[in-house]
Structures are given as C-alpha cells and as structure tokens.
C-alpha cells in the first residue's frame, strides 16, 4: 500500500504532467461543455455575494473562478488555488482585477486563517491523500460564519459517461494499477458516509449532500468522442504505454458500446454528482 506522502505526490506529479496537459487540452472543446451546468448548479447553491471573500479549490483553468469573481464584484475577492501550475497560467489569463491565482496544495496551502465566507470547488476536492487534514486547513481558512460547497462525482457505477469507454476499451490495453475506493481520484467522493465521516471529522457542520443526477454530454458524434478518447482520465494512462494495434482495437470497442448512446445532441450517458454544502460551525 502506498502511503500517504506517495499518494500526494503521485497527484502533484500527475497534475504537473499529463493530467494537466491532457485537462488544459479537452477543456474548451469538451470538458467546458460536458461539466458546466453541473457547475452552474453548484455555484448558485454556493451563491456568492458582493463583497465576499472566496477560494475556488483545484479551481483548474479558472472558469468558475471568474463566475464567482463577477459575483462578489470588486468590493469581494476570489483566491483559485490550483496544484498544477499549467492550469494556473490557463487561469491567469482571465485577467480578473479581483481574484488572485497560486499554485498550491490545497491541502497544506497556508490560507490566511478565518478570512474568507465561501469555499467552492467543482470537482477539484477528490485528489487530497489525506482528506481529513485537508478539509482540516481549509476549514481553518474560513470564518466562524463562513461555508462550504462542492461539487463531486458519486461512485463509478452511478456514472456511466466515466466507465463504459474505460471497460469496453481496458480488455486491448496493458493493464492498469486499480486505484483502491479511498485512494485520491476522480470517485473517490462518491460514497455519502465517506464524505460525511470526512467532513465532519474535519470540523464541518450542518452538512447537506444532494445527488444530482444528468447526462453527461461526451461529444458530438461517436467519431468525435473516439477521436478524443485517451487525451485525458484513467484511458490517457493506459493508451500511454499500449501498441498501436491495441488503441485502435480500444477505440473500436468504445465506437461500439457507445454508439447507442448517440442522438441529435451528441454521445451522452448518465452521470451523477454530489452537490455537497456544509457550515464551518
Ligand atoms: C477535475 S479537475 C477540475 C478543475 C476545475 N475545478 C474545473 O471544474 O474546471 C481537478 C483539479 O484539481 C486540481 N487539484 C488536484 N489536487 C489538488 C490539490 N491537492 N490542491 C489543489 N488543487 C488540486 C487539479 O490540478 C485540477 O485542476
């Protein structure tokens, strides 16, 4: 088993590399698309006000960073922080005259104690080796009125968008190391007491876990997806170290167990989220 200080690194070398990379490079042409009204959903229950202070956690190419930033106008102030310094020069470019970027660990960022009223993060809270110390320094960061929402998945079998083209392309490839259920990671949110044993062990209060449940947009054709398929995720690990041959046959099974899946508004299966708010006190 790994410990914890090789978790941690294993996602600041991941993000610092091929996951940024291959984040930054899907974001405008699909990623933007297939996550934002799940996001628009959590920042209106985040529901920024003028004049507050806020942190984006993981706040990645800086999108929902300025859409909180436009919220608390120029009297607030928005800080993205962000472990990968590639999506933090993504997110500086939107010039926003009141938000700050730094590249930082979440984690162990030594946020400006009791300072800010809003916490948010869209999908950016799952990737912390030790969840409990984290959600512990970012509690701290907040005012005793202050509160917290984010966005996460539920588990892998609850979103379909994220696991068919996975299975039905892993039989071609080399085989994967299998993330354990409490390792860092994309799903590693998705069970209701985990999240709410993490939470309250990190001193949250009054703790709301709503599903949310959606297609997940993946692409406008089958073509369009497949020809995506490997930049980013868990497939960009596998198709890394695989033959030519392998991939191709890779992304014929995922033509085929998506196809049913395409309609007049693209490739889209289910996806299910958590939207998950709490109190600091
Ligand atoms: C799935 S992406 C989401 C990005 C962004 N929130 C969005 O919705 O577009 C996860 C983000 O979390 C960041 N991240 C992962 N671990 C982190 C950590 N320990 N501290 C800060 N950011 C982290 C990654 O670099 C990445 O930008």
Not at 3 to 9: C, I
Not at 34 to 44: K, P, R, V
Not at 153 to 180: I, K
Request: aromatic share 8%; with cysteine; glycine share 12%.
């Amino acid at each position: 088993m790994k410990t914890k200080s090789e978790l941690a690194a294993e996602q600041a070398a991941y993000w610092n590399g091929p996951g940024g990379d291959g984040w930054l490079a899907a974001y405008d042409q699909r990623i933007k698309r297939a996550i934002g009204d799940i996001g628009d959903i959590g920042l209106a229950a985040a529901a920024p006000q003028p004049g507050e202070r806020a942190v984006d956690i993981g706040c990645g190419t800086g999108d929902t960073t300025a859409a909180l930033a436009r919220a608390v106008g120029l009297t607030g102030h928005v800080l993205g922080v962000d472990i990968s310094g590639t999506l933090i020069d993504a997110a500086r470019s939107h010039r926003l005259e009141n938000a700050t970027f730094v590249v930082g660990d979440a984690a162990t960022h030594p946020f400006q104690a009791g300072h800010y009223d809003l916490v948010f993060s869209r999908f950016g809270v799952m990737f912390f080796a030790d969840p409990v110390a984290a959600f512990r320094n970012i509690r701290r960061a907040l005012k005793l009125s202050g509160r917290l929402a984010f966005i996460a998945w539920r588990t892998p079998q609850e979103n379909p968008w994220g696991t068919t083209p996975t299975r039905a392309a892993l039989p071609f490839l080399p085989p994967q190391p299998r993330p354990g259920p409490e390792d860092p990671g994309q799903f590693a949110f998705g069970d209701r007491a985990r999240v709410e044993r993490i939470l309250s062990e990190a001193g949250f209060h009054k703790l709301r876990l709503e599903p949310i449940d959606r297609l997940i947009w993946m692409g406008d054709s089958v073509a369009d997806v497949v020809a995506g398929a490997g930049r980013f995720g868990p497939l960009a690990r596998a198709f890394a170290n695989a033959e030519p041959a392998a991939i191709d046959k890779a992304k014929q099974a995922i033509a085929e167990v998506l196809a049913p899946h395409e309609g007049p508004d693209g490739v889209r299966l289910p996806g299910a989220c958590w939207l998950v708010e709490a109190n600091a006190n």
